[in-house]
């Protein structure tokens, strides 16, 4: 369902929309976690909002010229100063408890997690490797993915969004992403995941997601890597675990296939 207004679209997305007001839908513990944050955050900021606007306007109206033309000149007062300096101060220590508490679940990295994928940034495209699938030390399951440009778009796909080979994972399972670049900083960032991981130079950075729903999430390269930055987006599907078996195995036998051809030629 889609609520339109002149300029303004609420709708249920996990890619942006034109005019989109809010988050994409949440897919990821984390994601909902900071969604309430915001929500929680945004509750106290309507409240200092219209407590400051109403010391503003009676102030206005009150104190103008024809109603007082020689103000009262007040030097100090030790109540009013005792309290503007205690409510600031116990605020930010109700956002910060729940701050602290999101920030630290986000770090968390699962010992033990069912899939390991590497994505390696590269100007301008993604390699994704399958490192549960090796074979041998230097064969495993690993493909690259490119943008699809935009004459080779077909109907309901999205521009600069879409790619040739999606990332695939099971859902309502625990996931590493180990991020990391082949030549200069990108960035792996898909909003209704939650997630927004650096790449580095000369460094591995993990981190570990579980994909509570079915769907397909898109997001982009949020590092300047270079001249064709806007073009290098990420799209993971989220499958049952069933289908994410059968996938799978349909990549794994055509590598197979071929690998024994090659030994066979040689």
Known sequence: MKSKWLFLTIAPCDAAEPWQLGFQD????????????????FFFLILILVF??????????????????????????TTIEILRTIFPSIIPM???????????????????????????????????????YNSSDEQSLTFDSYTIPEDDLELGQSRLLEVDNRVVVPAKTHLRIIVTPADVPHSWAVPSLGVKCDAVPGRLNQISISVQREGVYYGQCSEICGTNHAF??????AVPSKDYGSRVSNQLIPQTTGEAEAEMKE
Do not use: C
């Not at 109603?67 to 009262?72: G, V």
């Not at 290098?232 to 599907?237: C, H």
């Open 26 to 41: 949440a897919a990821t513990p984390m994601m909902q976690g900071i969604i309430d944050l915001h929500h929680d955050i």
């Open 52 to 77: 400051v606007s109403r010391i503003l306007v009676r102030a206005l109206w009150h104190f103008h010229y024809p109603k007082n033309p020689i103000p009262q000149r007040i030097v100090h007062g």
């Open 94 to 132: 109700f956002i910060a408890i729940p701050s602290f508490a999101l920030l630290y679940s986000m770090d968390e990295v699962v010992v033990d997690p069912a899939i390991t994928i590497k994505a390696i940034g590269h100007q301008w495209y993604r390699t994704y490797e399958y490192s549960d």
């Open 232 to 237: 290098t987006p990420i799209v993971v599907e």
